[in-house]
């Protein structure tokens, strides 16, 4: 991507992406790319009515991630570091998790499609924690259109999240259990990302408390 380090922090909702990835730009010469969640018209209402709405919010999602990778791989901005709160690939996760069998398979074709001129990171960052923690973090930050979050939903997806990245190998992997990391108040536990970003492992590595199945 324009010579820069690419690299993609992602997991489950409310683990802690955005955080990191704003508190990795405060520290590296960077430039960033958020996922842009709030301006999905259908999200608010796929939290309500999963089965009617999802491939509406699915298929509005890959569209706008699908163009904002575009423009970030384009940019002529020369920084060492390029990093994003989100990996591609989730539109596929999130898609196969919710639609049906016949909306997934006319999204999976668009998908396919779309992803041959999106850039692959130098590096992922894949952030996990226990259910009952994201339960917890998701309720405190008090978004109005994850009052209602399923638990269930939420244990399938950190599950499909886990069985993505068992299979990931598109590029150097850091899992990171993050059940007792705050990026948003922690300088040590931003500090330990830092040096990963500039070691640039070349294989898996784990930091943290609960390894995932992937590297057990």
């Given at each position: 991507m324009r010579g820069s380090y690419y690299v993609i922090v992602e997991g489950p909702i409310g683990?802690?992406?955005t955080t990191l990835v704003k508190r990795l730009a405060q520290r590296l010469p960077?430039?960033?790319a958020y996922e842009i969640f709030e301006e999905n018209p259908f999200l608010s209402?796929?939290?309500q009515d999963r089965g009617r709405f999802a491939?509406?919010?699915e298929m509005f999602f890959l569209l706008s991630r699908f163009r904002q990778q575009e423009a970030f791989a384009q940019a002529e901005l020369f920084q060492p570091y390029a990093v994003s709160d989100?990996?591609?690939q989730k539109s596929h996760l999130f898609a196969r998790h919710t639609l049906t069998e016949h909306e997934f398979a006319l999204f999976d074709e668009m998908f396919r499609i779309l992803s041959r001129t999106v850039p692959t990171p130098d590096l992922v960052i894949y952030l996990h924690a226990p259910l009952d923690t994201i339960l917890e973090r998701i309720a405190r930050r008090g978004r109005p259109y994850e009052a209602d979050m399923d638990p269930k939903y939420m244990a399938d997806l950190c599950k499909a999240y886990d069985d993505?990245?068992?299979?990931y190998d598109d590029s150097p992997l850091v899992s990171v259990d993050t059940t007792d990391l705050d990026f948003a108040t922690s300088d040590e536990a931003v500090d330990k990302m830092l040096r990963i970003l500039h070691e640039r492992p070349a294989q898996r590595v784990h930091i943290?408390?609960?390894a995932p199945t992937l590297f057990t």
């Open positions: 683990v802690g992406k960077c430039r960033t209402d796929f939290y491939f509406q919010t989100y990996l591609f993505l990245f068992a299979a943290g408390g609960r």
